[in-house]
């Protein structure tokens, strides 16, 4: 457990150098991956040796490199791929926030604000390239998010989906694709929207969907009978998550219904993912993952009700609430 960074470091250090994408048409010797990928070679030797003793990639005695079934998946072009994730969360950043921890504990602030000496969002505001790895990072994680919550929500009654904090759009543009008669708003800070034009056009559903800039706190936009927002209240306190929950239950055309996605801690308190990304976002956001019954406390100071919970396979929730 100490040395768990010791791996995901070497992680991103494969994902940067492109190193799976290299090997994808084949083995090929050490000094020759070192070369195309920019790399010294003695020094990428005893990376891929730290990281062939986690099953990923692998190097014989003849410096001969190749990859294993684990290392597909850093792949760019591999259908289930990570690349994008362990560039958000295994490096840059995100682990020069992490290195605030202590700070974090010691007063309840982030780590993110410690190091960078302002929060996420103002930060990515300013930084393109490092918003573009947050949201491909989020994007990618949206995937199978977004086609588990075209099959195990029903939107056959529905008409327009507000998707509030969208970012590129990849949630709604599976629902849409699932939902001929859909129509869909994609709503976020204008820096956030910056390739949802492009997923939209690769799903064939940007004649039925919009992309508005603006902010939630302000205000959402009308028109919506269902509201989304996917890994939107976790990067918030209570006080601003009611406070976008308010605006969107305003917004919401009467008997609409609002659809939360996040990660559900458990009552028990058992050891679940939704704990681990607690955690992150007391470093980076100084918001929190929450049980259903915080969700129903939520939803209730917004002036909803919650009225039931969707655990979906990839470990998110999708939690109902309406007026």
């Not at 960074?5 to 150098?17: D, G, H, P, R, T």
């Amino acid at each position: 457990m100490v040395h768990g960074y010791n791996i995901s470091s070497c992680l991103f250090v494969a994902v940067e150098l492109e190193l799976a994408d290299l090997l994808a048409a084949g083995p090929l010797a050490l000094v020759d991956l070192a070369r195309r990928s920019g790399a010294d070679p003695d020094a990428l030797k005893r990376i891929l040796r730290l990281l062939m003793s986690a099953g990923v990639f692998s190097v014989d005695e003849q410096d001969t490199c190749a990859l294993t079934p684990r290392a597909e998946f850093l792949r760019r072009d591999h259908p289930d791929s990570i690349a994008s994730e362990v560039e958000l969360f295994a490096g840059a950043e995100t682990y020069l926030a992490w290195s605030g921890l202590l700070h974090c504990a010691r007063t309840g602030q982030t780590g993110f604000g410690q190091y960078f000496g302002k929060s996420l969002f103002e930060y990515l505001a300013e930084h393109p390239d490092s918003a573009q790895r947050f949201h491909l990072g989020w994007h990618e994680i949206s995937i199978r998010a977004g086609l588990e919550t075209a099959e195990a929500v029903d939107f056959t009654d529905n008409r327009h989906v507000v998707d509030v904090g969208g970012g590129y759009g990849i949630v709604t543009a599976q629902l849409l694709r699932t939902y001929d008669h859909l129509r869909g708003t994609i709503y976020d800070l204008e820096f956030s929207l910056a390739r949802a034009g492009h997923t939209l056009r690769e799903y064939g559903v940007d004649e039925r969907c919009g992309i508005v800039p603006g902010d939630g706190f302000t205000e959402v936009p009308g028109g919506g009978d269902v509201h989304l927002l996917k890994s939107v209240l976790h990067t918030m306190n209570d006080d601003d998550s009611v406070r976008v929950l308010t605006n969107c239950a305003n917004a919401l055309e009467p008997g609409g219904r609002i659809l939360v996605l996040e990660r559900v801690i458990s009552e028990d308190g058992g050891y679940v993912w939704g704990n681990v990304v607690d955690v992150a976002m007391l470093v980076m956001t100084g918001g929190r993952e929450r049980t259903i019954h915080d969700y129903a406390r939520l939803y209730e100071r917004a002036g909803l009700g919650l009225t039931g919970s969707t655990l979906l396979p990839c470990g998110f929730s999708v939690i109902e609430g309406r007026k």
